[in-house]
Structures are given as C-alpha cells and as structure tokens.
C-alpha cells in the first residue's frame, strides 16, 4: 500500500487541482462508485485543505512518480509505502528539504549515516532509532506504526478505517510492469 498526504502552505489542493498536478485532466478521473478501477488506479481524499491518496498496488517507481508531482514548493508532502514482506518506505517534502527513512534496515551511504537522510524528520530520529534496535523482531517500535505517526502528528490526518472505506474518485494509472510479472 502507499499513502501520501499533501498540504498547501496555504489555500486548498483540491482533487481537481491535484489531478493536474499529477498531469492528468478531471476527465480522468472514475466515480466512487465505479469499482472497475481497483486495482489500477490510486483514490483521491479530500481532507480539509489536503489531499491523501491510496494506492493499493505494490509500490512501483512509475506510480510513485506520479504522486511526486503533488510535492513542491509551497506544499507538504508525505510518501508512506510498505508492503506484506515488511518493506517500508518514507519521503517527505516540505518545500524544497527532503528526507527519507526506509526499513527493516536504514538506507544510508557508504558515508553516510541514516540519520543524515532524515531531513525535516530528524526532530524523530529518537522514534525511529527504536525501530532498527536490534533484529527486526526485537525492534521496540515497529516501522510502518512510527512512519504513520509522524505523518498523522505532521498533517493532522490519520489513516484509519474511516477514511480507507470512504468512497472518493480514482485516478486510473498505468501498471504494465506488474501486471506482465503477475500473468
């Protein structure tokens, strides 16, 4: 699954200004009630002033890329993926200051430490440190838990049941890769 949450500095990002921003048109868009899209397509949330998308898919560069074009100047942005292996990843973008955390294991350089990568995230470099303590098992705080905490406490808007089952429009998105590895 991934999840992004994305505000304005100021106004409203509605779901039609954020389909431009993806560089699609609102005739792309698919009802709430047509279902046909399910597994091709990512929803579109209007929370507030925000927008929170939900991509069901395994989580592709191709698809991410589209939802990175809601990040920019004058915006927030957060990217939560993770999937059924355990895989995790985040980006945030507020403005122009990036930062990234990835698990089960830290994502860093050669020389440099995962807590450089943080970026504006470095305020919960405590929290995630619980998350890489020891093995995976042993870890005090789990990953997806800690990265879905931040982006509530960030944004103000918190993944739950309410809003997953909340009908709203899809955006259809190309998925050839996956789709030719799954056939």
Same mark, same amino acid.
């Given at each position: 699954m991934?999840?992004?949450?994305? *505000?304005?500095?100021?106004g *409203?990002?509605?779901?039609?200004?954020?389909?431009?921003?993806?560089?699609?048109?609102?005739?792309?868009?698919?009802?709430?009630?047509? +279902?046909?899209?399910?597994?091709?397509?990512?929803?579109?949330?209007?929370?507030?002033?925000? *927008?929170?998308?939900?991509? +069901?898919? /395994?989580?592709?560069?191709?698809?991410?890329q589209?939802?990175?074009?809601?990040?920019?100047?004058?915006?927030?942005?957060?990217?939560?993926? /993770?999937?059924?292996?355990?895989?995790?990843?985040?980006? =945030? !973008?507020?403005?122009?200051?990036e930062?990234?955390?990835e698990g089960?294991? @830290?994502?860093?350089?050669?020389?440099?430490? +995962?807590?450089?990568?943080?970026?504006?995230l470095?305020?919960? =470099?405590?929290?995630?440190? !619980?998350?890489?303590?020891?093995e995976?098992?042993?870890?005090? =705080?789990? *990953?997806?838990?800690?990265?879905?905490?931040? =982006?509530e406490?960030?944004?103000g808007?918190?993944?739950?049941?309410?809003?997953?089952?909340?009908?709203?429009?899809?955006?259809?998105? @190309?998925?050839?890769?996956?789709?030719?590895?799954?056939?």
């Amino acid at each position: 699954m991934t999840y992004t949450v994305t *505000i304005p500095d100021s106004g *409203i990002l509605t779901i039609e200004d954020a389909v431009r921003r993806m560089g699609y048109t609102t005739t792309d868009l698919q009802g709430p009630d047509d +279902w046909s899209h399910s597994g091709d397509s990512i929803s579109l949330h209007q929370v507030g002033a925000c *927008i929170v998308t939900l991509d +069901w898919v /395994f989580p592709l560069p191709e698809r991410r890329q589209v939802t990175d074009r809601l990040r920019g100047e004058g915006y927030r942005h957060w990217y939560v993926a /993770f999937d059924t292996n355990g895989y995790t990843s985040m980006h =945030v !973008r507020y403005g122009e200051a990036e930062g990234d955390l990835e698990g089960p294991e @830290p994502a860093s350089g050669p020389f440099t430490p +995962w807590t450089e990568l943080l970026g504006p995230l470095s305020a919960y =470099v405590d929290l995630f440190t !619980r998350c890489y303590e020891s093995e995976e098992a042993d870890a005090s =705080v789990d *990953i997806v838990a800690a990265c879905l905490a931040v =982006v509530e406490l960030e944004s103000g808007v918190r993944l739950d049941e309410e809003l997953l089952g909340r009908p709203s429009p899809a955006l259809p998105l @190309p998925n050839p890769d996956y789709a030719q590895e799954v056939l």
